[in-house]
């Protein structure tokens, strides 16, 4: 099966990575809609026109089913697109029922993008799960330029977001949810912040699995390790296309970028 995946960048690799442990037996293209990015600061029609011609792009690719890799784009189009096009449409959703079932009566953190958090999607679903009100929502746009330039060590990454966790009394927290694919790449820091004690959660999983169930697709649950160690490898295993706003990704310093945040992927996945 050839499946789809966009995002607004790179934040998506995230769930193409899990896609890679789970499902390493299928073929993929991954869209980066680099032109465009970040999403989390559009007006919702523009984000509809982006992802349409998007899926349009992976339909003619020979796409049998789209991910749309990014929570931004999910609260916003994931609707009209599923009424526009036949093939499965499957979407991001922050990850806000495991956390609330995991929290024991102590507080959830749900970050993501402005759009996200204001759009209803995400409202109806705390709306639903969260009986308790133990949720709390967090804006955190920068987080997305920051892992697009592989800041996720830096010291202005670290600083950012202690900031912007500063008026929080995070002992009362046990559950962070990461509500955009781009926020996985800082999860060192996070636990730095937090303390060992936090349990970190992504939708990106659950998305595959979800992926999978629809699709008649079966789990891969051997633990192997996926680390590149040169740029084309990121062309041969699993087999995938990527492009950047419908252009083909072949030149070695954006394979060595996918390299590199593939790789750091791997490194914060058990965190």
Same mark, same amino acid.
């Given at each position: ?31 980066? #809609?680099? #032109?465009? @990015? &970040? ?9 509809? *026109? ?15 089913? %789209?991910?749309?890799?990014? +929570? ?32 024991? *009566? ?8 402005? %759009? ?11 709306? /639903?799960? #969260?009986?308790?009100? %133990? ?5 955190? &746009? ?62 990106? +999983?659950?998305?595959? /699995? ?9 789990? #891969?649950?051997?633990? /192997? ?5 040169? &740029? ?5 295993? &699993?087999? @995938? ?22 790789? /750091?992927?791997?490194?914060?996945? *058990?965190?």
């Amino acid at each position: 099966m050839k499946i789809g995946l966009l995002d607004s960048g790179m934040g998506g690799l995230s769930v193409l990575h899990e896609a890679f442990h789970l499902l390493p037996d299928e073929e993929y293209i991954f869209y980066a #809609d680099v #032109d465009h @990015v &970040p999403y989390g600061t559009k007006k919702p029609e523009e984000i509809i *026109s982006y992802t349409t011609d998007i899926v349009d792009f992976l339909i003619k690719q020979g796409s049998d089913v %789209v991910i749309i890799a990014c +929570n931004t784009a999910t609260s916003v189009a994931i609707e009209k697109l599923r009424k526009l096009y036949d093939i499965p449409i499957i979407g991001m959703e922050p990850a806000v029922k495991p956390a609330v079932h995991h929290s024991n *009566s102590k507080r959830v953190l749900v970050m993501a993008t402005p %759009v996200t958090i204001r759009e209803n999607k995400l409202k109806t679903l705390i709306d /639903r799960v #969260d009986t308790e009100h %133990v949720c709390d929502l967090l804006p955190m &746009p920068r987080l997305v330029s920051l892992a697009e330039n592989e800041m996720y060590e830096s010291h202005e990454a670290f600083d950012y977001i202690a900031s912007e966790l500063k008026p929080y009394d995070l002992s009362k927290y046990s559950e962070l949810v990461l509500g955009c694919t781009h926020f996985n790449y800082f999860k060192p820091i996070y636990r730095k912040i937090f303390g060992d004690e936090l349990e970190i959660i992504d939708g990106n +999983n659950g998305t595959i /699995r979800h992926l999978a169930e629809k699709c008649g697709l079966k789990i #891969d649950r051997s633990e /192997r390790e996926i680390f590149y160690k040169n &740029p084309e490898d990121v062309l041969k295993y &699993p087999k @995938v296309s990527y492009f950047a706003s419908g252009r083909p990704i072949t030149d070695e310093k954006m394979l060595t970028h996918i390299k590199t945040l593939h790789n /750091r992927l791997e490194e914060v996945r *058990s965190i």
